[in-house]
């Protein structure tokens, strides 16, 4: 099913598999990285119609954000992390689920991946 909807949906431009696509505190990041992250988290979401990506590394984000589009899943982007706001986002998108880092308790009332 992936496989297909990446044929959908390209990620990424006119790059090599080993071309070097992002750094971040594990070193780089290639092109052939990236995809197989994309797929591995996209397996692992749950059958949601909305991801509210929280994550701080612009790495793992970036996945998320693939991940979820591969799945077809809208990302909620809220204006802030304030308690308030993440429940409101919550609230109006009943079906959605949080991405967020590991060791970071999200207070929204969903469930969290």
């Known amino acids: 099913m992936l496989c297909g909807a990446m044929l959908d949906a390209?990620?990424?431009?006119?790059?090599?598999?080993?071309?070097?696509l992002a750094w971040d505190s594990g070193g780089?990041?290639?092109?052939?990285?990236?995809?197989?992250?994309?797929?591995?988290?996209?397996e692992s979401l749950p059958d949601r119609s909305?991801?509210?990506?929280?994550?701080?590394?612009?790495?793992?984000?970036?996945?998320g954000l693939s991940a979820a589009m591969l799945r077809r899943q809208v990302t909620l982007?809220?204006?802030?992390?304030?308690p308030y706001t993440l429940r409101r986002l919550a609230g109006e998108y009943s079906d959605s689920y949080c991405l967020h880092d590991p060791?970071?308790?999200?207070?929204?009332?969903r469930a969290h991946v």
Request: charged residues 25%; without cysteine; proline residues 9%.
């Open 10 to 20: 390209p990620l990424i431009g006119p790059y090599n598999q080993d071309d070097v």
């Open 28 to 42: 780089p990041r290639t092109a052939r990285d990236y995809l197989s992250d994309v797929v591995r988290l996209a």
């Open 50 to 63: 909305a991801v509210l990506n929280l994550l701080s590394n612009r790495y793992e984000f970036f996945v």
């Open 77 to 82: 982007l809220p204006q802030s992390r304030a």
């Open 103 to 109: 060791g970071e308790p999200v207070e929204i009332g």
